[in-house]
């Protein structure tokens, strides 16, 4: 099983994702929309993103994209 193996370098934000779509599937609810921000604030997290101030914050939150990144 590839999901298994240590040595497999998986994104955070792909496994976030796809985790989310498996709850939603398995729970016959919407929480894919919770995807865009997480994902967004992982990047943040490990350095990806670098807002400047709250409006790319709430930018981010609601693209999953960094607003910075022209």
Do not use: F
Not at 3 to 9: E, F, L, N, R, V
Not at 37 to 46: F, G, T
């Amino acid at each position: 099983m590839i999901a298994a193996d240590p040595d497999t370098d998986v994104s955070t934000r792909r496994a976030v994702k796809t985790t989310l779509d498996a709850m939603g599937l398995a729970l016959g609810l919407p929480i894919n929309w919770a995807s865009k921000p997480i994902s967004y604030a992982i990047s943040v997290n490990e350095g990806d993103s670098r807002p400047e101030g709250l409006v790319d914050i709430i930018q981010g939150a609601l693209t999953g994209r960094d607003g910075t990144e022209r």
